[in-house]
């Protein structure tokens, strides 16, 4: 004969003699109860269900509102690109267009450190800019 602890309605626990063939089903169960907490906690993405339904519904978006967040996010940067100073705007439209610095360097006659720094600074401003304006 062996004993089981089971926790009463109190929250106590009481210990009551079984034999060993119940004792074998009850620490069979008490495993398997383990074991499929131990996957759902390690499964479990900590999100509610209603806000990953929510996220799913606002990610699925129509074309047309991709088509405008998509020239919005464009005029922003159009905008941004044009606070730039002539030779940065020149070289960062270039830039743009899939132009490595090398062939910038080599169209504007100048060196390409000149060209790399001038990009550089560029893009750095270009993103202060478009962070300074965000929505």
């Given at each position: 004969?062996?004993?089981?602890?089971?926790?009463?309605?109190?929250?106590?626990?009481?210990?009551?003699?079984?034999?060993?063939?119940?004792?074998?089903?009850w620490r069979a169960l008490q495993n398997e109860t383990q074991r499929v907490y131990r996957r759902e906690m390690y499964h479990r993405s900590g999100v509610p269900l209603e806000e990953i339904?929510?996220?799913?519904?606002?990610?699925?978006?129509?074309?047309?509102?991709?088509?405008?967040?998509?020239?919005?996010?464009?005029?922003?940067?159009y905008e941004a690109i044009s606070q730039l100073s002539d030779i940065q705007r020149r070289r960062i439209l270039m830039y743009m267009e899939n132009m490595s610095v090398r062939e910038i360097a080599r169209q504007e006659g100048c060196h390409m450190n000149a060209v790399l720094k001038s990009v550089n600074s560029a893009l750095a401003k270009l993103r202060r800019l478009l962070e300074d304006c965000a929505p």
């Open positions: 004969m062996k004993t089981i602890k089971i926790k009463d309605y109190y929250g106590k626990y009481q210990e009551i003699p079984v034999s060993d063939e119940l004792f074998e089903e339904d929510i996220t799913i519904r606002c990610a699925q978006r129509s074309e047309i509102e991709d088509d405008y967040i998509r020239q919005f996010e464009n005029k922003r940067l």
